[in-house]
């Protein structure tokens, strides 16, 4: 039962043993990065997150910094 396709792709993913090949490695990093492959992946996720919502994300950000350097900080500053 099921479909040509499905079937295919099950068999060509197996060896002659009936087992699931091993996966490739995981490229390697950038030497130039001093993160490790798993903080990179990190990284990446929790920024696909942000950019779903960027637009929201940045008034959230720029809110709450606000609320923390009101009396605090001054922007108006010319140097």
Not at 14 to 20: A, D, E, H, I, P
Not at 28 to 42: G, S, V
Request: glycine share 8%; net charge positive.
């Amino acid at each position: 039962m099921g479909c040509k396709l499905g079937k295919l792709a099950a068999s060509s993913a197996t060896n002659n043993t009936g087992k699931l090949d091993d996966p490739p490695p995981p490229a390697p990093t950038d030497p130039r990065l001093p993160l490790t492959a798993k903080q990179k992946y990190n990284m990446l996720a929790s920024w696909k997150g942000i950019s779903r919502a960027m637009e929201s994300t940045g008034v959230t950000m720029f809110l709450s910094q606000q609320k923390l350097c009101t009396g605090q900080c001054d922007y108006n500053t010319t140097e």
